[in-house]
């Protein structure tokens, strides 16, 4: 089984400011089954990146992800308001899919 | 636009089967463009990927929770649904019930609100 490890737990970040996440997989993944999710409290995960990098519908161009191998990274190049949430890593290998822990962005 | 919604008992009790359904609208799950996921999130605890169904009826699911696991499909009603029985406190969580577009990226793009179980006797 492909562990994800995100970190950090916690980003403490002002509106404005730029997000940096990281999500590190215990063996190598396929760019093409890497993906990023957002989750606010009470709603259910919202898909922002797919394929490592390749933004969802909808998904303003604030975001942004890059990586290969076993590191990956989601980008929040200016933090709006209605950002601030927990955002989870998604891989798919061996046949099965995992997620990360998540990062939890709060304003500071 | 495709609306997934989950329903079922959100309490059940310790060694018994949760039973829940997903309604699919606005998209037919025979269609062939996407497969039909359970994903379950457990208090402080992060996402758990159990098990999808294709409108096929392939079936493939999580090996950690296999055996105690039958996801079903109902055409008819554009609905699919989880059993999971023998079930303890562990059990205890948000159910989704999500689609997975049938492409080479393996993603999950629509998710339902979600339903919270509970395991108590």
């Known amino acids: 089984e492909v562990v994800l490890t995100q970190s950090p737990g916690t980003l403490s970040m002002s509106p404005g400011e730029r997000a940096t996440l990281s999500c590190r997989a215990s063996?190598?993944?396929?760019?093409?089954?890497l993906a990023w999710y957002q989750q606010k409290p009470g709603q259910p995960p919202r898909l922002l990146i797919f394929g490592a990098s390749n933004r969802a519908a909808g998904i303003p161009d604030r975001f942004s992800g890059s990586g290969s191998g076993t590191d990956f990274t989601l980008t929040i190049s200016r933090l709006e308001p209605e950002d601030f949430a927990v955002y989870y890593c998604?891989?798919?290998?061996?046949?099965?899919?995992?997620f990360g822990q998540g990062t939890k962005v709060e304003i500071k | 636009q495709v609306q997934l919604q989950e329903s079922g008992p959100g309490l059940v009790k310790p060694s018994q089967t949760l039973s829940l359904t997903c309604t699919v609208s606005g998209g037919s799950i025979s269609s062939g463009g996407y497969y039909c996921s359970w994903i379950r999130q457990r208090p402080g605890k992060g996402l758990e990927w159990i098990g999808y169904?294709?409108?096929?009826?392939?079936?493939y699911y999580n090996p950690s929770i296999e055996s105690r696991v039958i996801i079903s499909l109902d055409t008819s009603k554009n609905q699919f649904s989880l059993e999971l029985s023998s079930v303890t406190a562990a059990d205890a969580a948000v159910y989704y019930c999500?689609?997975?577009?049938?492409?080479?990226?393996?993603?999950?793009?629509?998710w339902g609100r979600g339903t919270l179980v509970t395991i108590s006797s």
């Open positions: 998604q891989q798919y290998g061996s046949s099965l899919w995992t």
């Open positions: 063996q190598s993944v396929s760019s093409t089954y």
């Open positions: 169904i294709y409108y096929s009826g392939t079936t």
């Open positions: 999500a689609t997975m577009p049938a492409t080479n990226y393996w993603f999950f793009d629509l």
